[in-house]
């Protein structure tokens, strides 16, 4: 439960409200985090907050990426480079991409759903040899809420497939406008050979969820991220209990068969 202390190298604005931090270790450091784990964050003085890991780097930083929505989130958004925080983990089960070598990979966003797939995605460009084809689709509310704009390009030059939609079109956008699920009908995938994993709010997952197995794609074959009130992450306070998981152990990443029944629990 003892947070290890890490100093804040760099600091990013992706959007109004959201931030990426470079977090270094002051002493030693936590084990590196597979895509998909998250850690607890602390900011000292007002509390933690479970955040999904955005990027690993070879020197030990971790690339963290936060929305301001709480005090807590706030307060480490607010953090400039030099600053101390708290890290613990990490915990929860991963993305295991390469469980689609020799297929498709296809990643599915919603907003901040980005972030937790961002290391995935990244792992798979590292060796874009395993795959036939890595599909990555997103769906932000707005050009400006997009987080990691900056990195398409990059994405695309590595060999993804990036197509992006917005709910709301603004001056100088020429993209897809409308809800992420309508670039599935864009996305060149084989159905049996494909491996999704899908991040974004609960409503956007399942109605992607249901979109996929239309299209043939098996229920085994897709994973999602769960999000639920995570407190202690170490399966001993029962915040994030939802059914017969605790989250923080047997999630984030889940199944969608097994998914599919806890997602039809709504959060308190």
Known sequence: MAPAWYRVATRHRETHDTVTLGLGPVGQAIATPEPGQFTMLYAFGIGEVPVSVSGTTGDAVLVQTIRAVGAVTRALCAAEPGQVIGVRGPYGTGWDVTR???????????????????????????????????????????????????????????????????????????????????????????????????????????LTARALLAREIPAGQIRISLERNMRCGIAECGHCQLGPRLLCRDGPVVSYPDAAPLMAVREL
């Open 100 to 206: 689609a070598a020799g297929g498709d990979l296809l990643l599915v966003a919603g907003g901040i759903g980005l972030a937790p797939l961002r290391p995935a995605l990244l792992a798979a460009l590292s060796t874009r040899s395993a795959y036939s084809r890595i599909s990555m689709l997103i769906g932000a509310r707005s050009p400006e809420e997009l987080v990691f704009a900056a990195e398409v390009d990059g994405w695309r030059r590595s060999g993804a497939e990036v197509d992006i939609t917005v709910d709301r079109a603004a001056d100088g956008w020429h993209g897809h406008v409308g809800v992420v699920t309508q670039l599935l009908d864009r996305a060149d995938v084989s159905p049996g050979q494909t491996t999704a994993l899908v991040c974004g709010p609960e409503v956007m997952m399942r």
